[in-house]
């Protein structure tokens, strides 16, 4: 119960840290760059729109662009109008004509632009803060307060439209948003693009659909083209004849900066790392609006809860899943994410898309961290349980490196092998309580293993209450020889002690009958598919029983073998040749008295 509640606790968070992520957003600016990289693919510029460029040549021509008057301006709508039968549908100057100039070039100017009647010039609106009503009795600071419209000189403003030019950046500094219309204190103005966009429409008999708006007048708009994908000419050689101006008929013809002095470049989403010159963003606006490509965000709410909702069952799916069908369910949910974004963004809606393959992510690298600790102390747990058979400094270098194998179904191999078993167990065993007898056992038993282990030996098994060990089997051991010699004389050795305590508290004597031989013999895994022991058999390991059964209580007898790789650095008493039961021939055998070439 306690973890089933621990579960669904952890789901909650993981759902709640998912929709306060997509809700609120924190990741706004990676999340617009993914998405800008999904869709912000340019899907060809439209032909009729085409861009008169105020480009470097224009300016080397006619000077620097805050000295012109506006004959040039009036010379330019005056060439394009020339003929009533080839004129562009739409003219449209990215240009501020606020304040009056020279009187003479002005009135030309707006004689030209009425007799045109097509021309819409650019406004520009003046933010300012401004302290208004809350509608609850209080007040709050607007900073996006328009304060003004700068609007084009009178004479101007009477014969033909205009519409603010004011680009709309996002969050992270990139255009990808436009502003349809503004509020302000003078009424309704229209953007630039917009007015453009109703104009065309008009032209060609059509009404203009609004796109749908939020935050009052703002929508998204997908780029038709990069910086030079519309038709560019420049303005020198359209004054100078050098461009056919029937060339623009029915066209929408846009005049503006495109040259970096003139400081009208701006970050966009279609091309990170490269400004484009605002007059191409309002081509690309005005493309938007021609090919209904615009969006607004997906309902925040609703998209928070659905992908919190997905994240947290993806956390309760992959509890019980391996690894690699968790990574492809992973896959899958984003992939999935992916494409509903699409989808939807096809119809209009933009769903932010980073905050739930993150979550996701971070989930499955919980996931693959909680099961590797998982797994980690499940292997721990059976060292742990190997190190109760084999020597723990063995297992330790196994469960490391693991460069050895074990070879399934015997090896031959070289080992020594030691047989120890208690003088009078059975008998003992009649005369005393059970519990006793358990109790004697272990102490024995744990005299018995911590000297095999002790001495990098594998405990073989137990043979009621005799014990079986290996040495250099299942892995290469140095000096394993000698080391079975050690660990017979350990036994010995503790047996005093162990001898002191139970006659303390049982009032019994036990002793042991020890035996060692070493040479050949077959180790792995006997038995069958379903239980299987590893164990070493053969001559050799037959012999070391006998010697153990041929031992006095208290002697540790070794064979020939085992004397003659030891007998620098042991005390032995020869014993001779003796018969060993199941065996043809006696062996020549020692009784081990002393260690002499142990470190202390």
Known sequence: MKRNLSVWLTALTVAVVTFLLCFFQPLYTVDKMLADTLYQRPSGASSNIRIIAIDEKTLDALGPFNTWNRDISARLVEALSEDPDAMPAVIALDILYISDMDPESDAR????CRKAGNVITAANLVYEEAVLDDGRGGLYVDQSHIGM????????????????ANTVQDQDGYIRQAMAYADTEEGTVYSLAWQIYADYMEYLGEEPHMPELYSGSRFDFLYSGKSGAYETVSLID???????VRTFKDCIVMVGAYAPGMQDAYNVAVQRGEQ????????????ALLQGKTAQPAPELLSSLVMAAAAAGFFLLIRRMKVPAAAALLAVLIAAELLLGTWLFSRGWILH????????????AVHII???LQERKRRQEVVNAFKKYVAPQV???????????????????????LFVDIRGFTSMSESIRPEEVVEILNEYLALTTHSILKNGGTLDKFIGDATMAVFNAPFDLDDYIYRAVCTAKDIADGSDELERKLME???????????????PAVVGNIGCDFRMDYTAIGDTVNTASRLEGAAKSGQILISEEVYEAVKDRVEAEKIGVIPLKGKSNGILVYSLNKITGREA
């Open 238 to 244: 359209v004054l100078e004849g050098r461009v056919d």
């Open 395 to 417: 297992v330790d270098k196994v469960s490391k490196d693991g460069e050895f194998r074990l070879v399934l179904g015997g090896e031959s191999r070289h080992i020594a092998v």
């Open 505 to 519: 508290r049982f009032g019994r004597k036990i002793s042991f009958g020890i035996g060692v031989n070493c040479g």
């Open 149 to 164: 419209v700068e609007k084009p000189y009178e004479a101007l403003e009477e014969v033909s439209k205009y519409g603010f």
């Open 276 to 287: 484009m010159y605002g007059v191409e963003i309002h081509a690309n606006i005005v493309d």
């Open 370 to 372: 909680w099961n590797y």
């Open 109 to 112: 100017f707006a004689e030209a």
């Open 353 to 364: 898309l980073i905050s739930l393959p993150l979550v996701l992510i971070v989930v499955y």
